[in-house]
């Protein structure tokens, strides 16, 4: 005879796994590679990913170290960016103009000034605008 079994409805909270240390190296040589196709200066890029110029030369030259919370929301944050402006614009090298053009979303500013003030919420702030220009909510 078959008999109902009772599924547990109950929502569990949502905790996404962390980053691994293997997949925020791997993020970083992308990162690095993407920061070359936006043609940034070392001094700027050691601000996006915010640490000393002297520890980016480094890491650039011999790999990536230990990679924070921080820094893997950053890498994972310029990674959307570029994957944003990959389906935004269908010639590659357009989207690798646009982060430098000035922009009336950001009162004149290119994605790469704000992205400049340092914080992630700058780069989190150019995110969720290409995110929203390419429809993804």
């Not at 409805?9 to 980053?19: S, Y």
């Not at 691994?20 to 890029?45: C, H, S």
């Not at 915010?50 to 890498?75: F, H, I, T």
């Amino acid at each position: 005879m078959l008999a109902l079994q009772p599924v547990d409805t109950v929502p569990h909270a949502f905790r996404p796994d962390p980053v691994t240390q293997e997949e925020a190296a791997a993020m970083f040589r992308a990162v690095l590679n993407l920061f070359g196709k936006w043609e940034l200066t070392d001094e700027q890029a050691a601000t996006l990913l915010d640490m000393p110029v002297r520890s980016y030369r480094r890491w650039k030259a011999e790999g990536a170290g230990r990679v924070s919370r921080d820094g893997a929301a950053r890498l994972s944050n310029l990674m959307g960016i570029h994957k944003a402006l990959r389906i935004i614009f269908s010639e590659a090298q357009r989207g690798y103009a646009w982060i430098k053009a000035g922009n009336a979303a950001f009162a004149g500013a290119s994605a790469l000034d704000v992205m400049l003030g340092g914080e992630l919420t700058d780069i989190m702030r150019v995110r969720r605008y290409l995110d929203a220009e390419r429809g993804a909510w």
